[in-house]
């Protein structure tokens, strides 16, 4: 199994037919995702051609919009790859069309745009994944967003991080185990979906044996995080928590990961986790040796 992800997804793509947009629906192609269509209003009608592979094409319609996507092709879920400006438009759109799952891979989207367009998600029911991230994959099933497709295969960990780079880190370095699903869900200090709500999916998901969860400085999302596994999650979970060397008081990476005196340090989340019996690692190296020897 997957959680959110699986092979029966239908993906359409806001923001295909600009330049990120095709360069990442030719990869999530090429590593066996669903697309089923683009939306533009502009080009609505219209197709777009991609190469996948060697000798292979494949055609992908444009709709004027998500409804219409929607009605047309059945999908349930988006994308989005829209500049920050016009980020909060597309989403509400995806929300009103009903689409279950939306993932939003644009950066710098501005916080009460977020805000507003997670309040309309909640009151419908639909899981929002970002902003700011780098989406998520289900090896060997199907890859929304910009993870690299061929770092890892299936297999039975469960990934929840907030950084992308750690999150491609951290699969290439346990990729000989394999992982159930990856999710990047995103550093701003409003996401759609958090560490908590990966670890329930995980933790009910019966093909996830063992959790690795990354975080970073900045807010109190990994503490709460340490109190439900605490509480509800009997699956081991090894974590890391980037920004040990972060000085105080200055915004590191993401806009999220600021640190005021002792709240929202690396240390203090450590802490944290490591009280509710979660291995913590000093660097990705180490956490991926920690899940290492619990698998072995």
Do not use: W
């Not at 900045?218 to 340490?226: F, H, S």
């Not at 990476?253 to 979660?278: D, N, W, Y």
């Amino acid at each position: 199994m997957a959680i959110f992800l699986t092979e029966a997804s239908k993906v359409i793509v806001q923001g295909m037919t600009g330049s990120e947009g095709q360069k990442h629906t030719t990869r999530m192609l090429a590593g066996g995702t669903a697309v089923v269509g683009g939306v533009n209003p502009r080009k609505a009608g219209t197709s777009v051609d991609f190469t996948v592979g060697e000798d292979t094409t494949v055609s992908v319609p444009v709709f004027g919009s998500v409804a219409d996507a929607v009605s047309q092709t059945g999908a349930d879920v988006s994308v989005i790859f829209v500049p920050p400006a016009h980020t909060k438009a597309a989403v509400l759109e995806a929300i009103e069309a009903g689409v279950p799952l939306v993932v939003i891979i644009t950066e710098g989207v501005p916080v009460a745009d977020t805000a507003e367009f997670f309040t309309a998600a909640q009151a419908k029911g639909v899981r929002l994944i970002g902003p700011n991230c780098p989406g998520l994959i289900s090896p060997g099933k199907s890859n929304v967003g910009i993870i690299p497709a061929d770092i890892t295969g299936p297999g039975h960990i469960g990934l929840v991080s907030k950084s992308g780079t750690l999150t491609y880190q951290m699969m290439y370095e346990l990729r000989d185990f394999g992982f159930s699903t990856a999710i990047g869900i995103g550093g701003d200090p409003i996401i759609g979906t958090t560490h908590i709500d990966a670890l329930a999916a995980f933790e009910a998901d019966p093909e996830t044996h063992a959790i690795v969860m990354i975080g970073e400085i900045g807010g109190d999302a990994e503490e709460r995080a340490a109190a439900y596994i605490a509480e509800h999650v009997t699956k081991p979970v090894v974590g890391y928590v980037a920004g040990f060397t972060a000085p105080e008081g200055k915004t590191m990476g993401h806009a999220g990961a600021i640190v005021s005196g002792s709240s929202g340090t690396a240390q203090a989340k450590k802490e944290a986790l490591e009280a509710a019996g979660v291995r913590v690692g000093k660097t990705p190296s180490e956490t991926a040796r920690i899940m290492r020897e619990l698998l072995s």
